[in-house]
């Protein structure tokens, strides 16, 4: 099991509160997606330049990029990620965009302006374990970055604070294609395994779940039953045991949006480790859907395939966008 950098630990900071989903009424509507915290123009061109001519047209070093998934593909991806200044304390509401480049600093593009997604729930959703956390994540850059070609890539990204652009330290990805393993993608077929229930383990919720208090309307429906006959929001999420702080988060916001989706939407949650204990390993539902990290949630139609997935954290309002292309 891949463990998040260090750097999550403390994500993340400050957010709005977003809410609805599913009804008829114009305010039961997911919200829209949040604006991009600034503008493409605001930002250095990219073209024909290195990563070192862009540190050179920004105004200094800045803050320490730290990506919040693990996986990209050759193709557009939903890029996650947070920044923290040396003291590792989390810069919020900066205008910031993600440039990639090749190995070698050369090939630079981009800017991909990136925006604000706020992890808050309403007070009723907010679990135990998070208010009790104080470094559970609250919110989330979010950028649309495409990667043109496989292979070994760099990440970096520009921040406009208190007037000034500041470049970040380069972050390293491997590029691989959509079908060279890993979880399935947008428009595969779900992994069929059975999810345990509560009647499968004689209503004791602690076997299934570290959140507190249990989510035990997540713990109802076998993945097995309901898939290829009902759209699906599964996540696997350990909220106790994750190492980045995300997993509570990110299961507070599947319940929220669980209570205003369409009731014939199943909601399950999965935990990670074997007897909830990290040194046991990974649980058989996890392996079988090949993840390397946590959390995940995947949302899938009613013929039982990926409609959307999500790697790390990601905003009520994300998921609720999500399941309406599905309901």
């Not at 330290?169 to 590029?175: I, S, T």
Request: include cysteine; glycine fraction near 10%; aromatic fraction near 6%.
């Amino acid at each position: 099991m891949h463990r998040p950098l260090p750097f999550l630990l403390a994500l993340l900071a400050a957010g709005a509160l977003v809410a609805g989903c599913g009804g008829s009424k114009k305010s039961d509507r997911p919200p829209p997606q949040p604006e991009p915290t600034g503008q493409p123009a605001d930002f250095p061109s990219a073209g024909g330049k290195t990563l070192n001519d862009l540190a050179s047209m920004a105004d200094g070093q800045g803050p320490i990029l730290a990506p919040s998934v693990s996986l990209v593909h050759k193709g557009v991806n939903r890029y996650g990620f947070a920044l923290f200044d040396t003291a590792r304390k989390q810069i919020t509401g900066a205008e910031v965009a993600l440039y990639t480049a090749r190995a070698d600093g050369s090939g630079v593009r981009g800017p991909y302006v990136a925006r604000s997604e706020s992890l808050a729930v309403k007070p009723q959703f907010q679990s135990e374990t998070v208010a009790k956390d104080a470094s559970a994540a609250k919110s989330v850059y979010v950028a649309d970055v495409p990667f043109k070609r496989n292979g070994k890539q760099a990440v970096v990204a520009i921040a406009k604070l208190d007037g000034r652009l500041l470049v970040t330290n380069g972050f390293g990805v491997n590029v691989t294609p959509s079908n060279a393993g890993g979880p399935p993608g947008d428009g595969d077929k779900a992994i069929s395994v059975h999810t345990q229930t509560l009647t499968d383990v004689g209503g004791d919720a602690a076997q299934l779940d570290t959140r507190r208090p249990f989510a035990k309307d997540l713990l109802e429906t076998d993945l097995a039953d309901v898939l290829g006959k009902k759209p699906v929001v599964i996540t696997f999420a350990t909220p106790l045991l994750c190492a980045s702080r995300v997993c509570g988060p990110v299961v507070d916001i599947v319940e929220q949006v669980k209570a205003t989706a369409p009731k014939d939407v199943a909601f399950i949650h999965q935990e990670i480790y074997r007897d909830n204990t990290v040194n046991k390993g990974v649980r058989s539902q996890v392996a079988a859907w090949r993840l390397a990290s946590e959390p995940w949630t995947f949302v899938i139609d009613r013929s039982g395939r990926i409609s959307a997935r999500f790697e790390g954290a990601y905003s009520v309002g994300e998921l609720q966008r999500a399941v309406a292309k599905v309901a």
